[in-house]
């Protein structure tokens, strides 16, 4: 029952009506028994200054950000977390006595998402497709963990680009551009998709061509999540490869953000249903 002790907790976006966030968050505190509530919050663009300031004066206790406020909000955060200056990206704020912490558990979900999948990133290669928002953060978590990545982009300045920011923050990175696609995967245990291709309702579509065998010994993440199995995910099933789909990164990130919030640990699995269940919907 929501009363005078409830907490706050929202999401600032434009739109915002369409993310699982919500329903992620209260099938969380339902399942704590916890007095907390998450509420959609459509900020339109110039109003992001006001509706930052809002939290702090209405006695929220965090927010998650996303699109496409996610970096327009780092001016007015009173800190900022190392990821947040590397990503140039907040996905998630902290209010602490009054003070906003400006954090980043995107990568960190893709990271936990990736190892609880079954992947060790010790000594391993990646090649990562795509170079916006998610792959500056799949990007930087697995340089972090000292992996080689290359990236292929449609546009290669961008991933140019996104290289070029990330070594300033992770000197040791080790990032190469391709051109084209590669022909073959041999050299790769690790292929992750940070474009939109397959994303409903274009589901027939997939990032790797048809043609193309994906080898078994292969890890493939789709950060797309709406359809789960993507065609890429049906690709590396068929392939004998190990397919994650990017639910669990969702999921990871707002568990993480969650932990920052409430200082208890995330119920991972009403999570993931009430996820489950929003996209069984439609
Ligand atoms: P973004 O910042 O807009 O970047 C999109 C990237 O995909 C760009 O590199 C773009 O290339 C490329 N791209 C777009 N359309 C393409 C096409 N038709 N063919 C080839 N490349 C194309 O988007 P984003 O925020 O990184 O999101 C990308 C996907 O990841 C979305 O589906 C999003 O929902 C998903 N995502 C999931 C999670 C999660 O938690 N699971 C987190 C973040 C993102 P150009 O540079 O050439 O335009």
């Known amino acids: 029952m929501i009363d005078g002790r409830t907490r706050l907790l929202g999401l600032i976006g434009w739109p915002v009506a369409h993310s699982l966030s ?3 968050h209260n099938a969380a505190f339902a399942e704590q028994g ?3 509530v998450y509420v959609p919050l459509p900020v339109p663009p110039g109003q992001v200054e006001a509706a930052v300031r809002g939290l ?6 965090g927010a998650n950000v996303s699109v496409p406020h996610k970096q327009a909000v780092m001016p007015f955060m009173d ?5 947040v200056q590397a990503l140039g990206a907040v996905n998630a704020i902290v209010v602490r006595e009054g003070r906003l912490s400006g954090e980043n558990t995107d990568w960190r ?5 990736l190892r609880a999948g079954g992947f060790d990133p010790g000594g391993r290669r990646a090649l990562v497709l795509g170079a916006g928002g998610g792959a500056r953060a799949v990007v930087y978590a697995l340089t972090s963990e000292g992996l080689p990545v290359s990236i292929y982009n449609r546009t290669p300045a961008r991933a140019a680009r996104l290289a070029h920011d990330l070594q300033k923050h992770v000197p040791e990175a080790e990032i190469s551009l391709l051109e084209t696609l590669p022909s073959d995967l ?7 998709n940070a474009t ?4 409903w309702p274009e589901s027939d579509a997939s990032p790797w061509p048809d043609d193309v065998p994906l080898p078994p010994h292969l890890t493939v993440f789709d950060l797309v999540y709406r359809p789960r199995w993507t065609k890429l995910l049906r690709q590396a099933r068929q392939a004998g490869a190990r397919p994650i789909g990017g639910l669990e990164m969702l999921v990871h990130q707002g568990a993480l953000a969650f932990e920052m919030w409430t200082g208890s640990a995330p119920p991972l699995e009403a999570m993931r249903a009430a996820c489950e269940k929003v996209l069984m919907e439609g």
């Open 34 to 36: 916890m007095n907390w």
């Open 196 to 199: 939109p291709l397959g994303m």
């Open 56 to 61: 702090v004066a209405l006695g929220f206790r």
């Open 79 to 83: 800190e900022l977390s190392d990821s």
């Open 109 to 113: 979900g893709f990271l936990v998402a």
């Open 186 to 192: 041999k050299g790769f245990d690790l292929l992750v």
């Open 22 to 24: 919500p329903a992620m």
